[in-house]
């Protein structure tokens, strides 16, 4: 990885402050030379791969997808590891064995430092970060998903608290849970959009997803 210019991103660093070991020329420090000198993903190439750039340039044009044979277990796997949030760790695909790899970004032990410099060494080529699900992707669930409602009543009551207010997330699942089946669809729904996202992800880093 290539040392970064020396220019601040107050933007990104507000967005992923705690969660990454980070400064300004660095998105992601992955250790330190001897010399004390950081190295790991640079601000942009973190930039680059975000918008696609990265990737499309490491590979060849009209070469065929890699694919990944995975399990179903595996592939929930990284769904849940892209639906659900833990601060304070970073989840990553092997692309060659379908495994998904944590990393603590902070109070590392030996194994950390060891699996951080794996990843370092196989950014975008052999270890993918795994994205997070975006709140408006949770937002758009909410409103496609009320649109599928039959009980006129119910659906009025969950588009009013769609149109504003705190906490609609929250007011959102309570008005839902006077029906238990209505929630049930809804998670099993909102299941079923992680998982196209995650398809759709694994598409864009050139993997062709095969289910075992």
Known sequence: MR??????????KSESAGLLEQDENFYFIA???????????TWEEYEAEQRGELIKATVAEGEPMKELKLTKQQFQEIVDAYDIFVDGLDAFLNIETGDVVTLRTFDRDEEDEELSENIEEGFNEIYFRIPQRESDEGYADMVDFTETIEDKKLQSNLMHILSGGKKIFRRFKDALSSDSEQLERYYQFVEEQNRKRVSDWLESIEVKLILE
């Open 3 to 12: 040392g970064g210019k020396n220019k601040k991103r107050t933007d990104h």
């Open 31 to 41: 250790g330190y030379t001897d010399g004390g000198f950081p190295y790991g993903i």
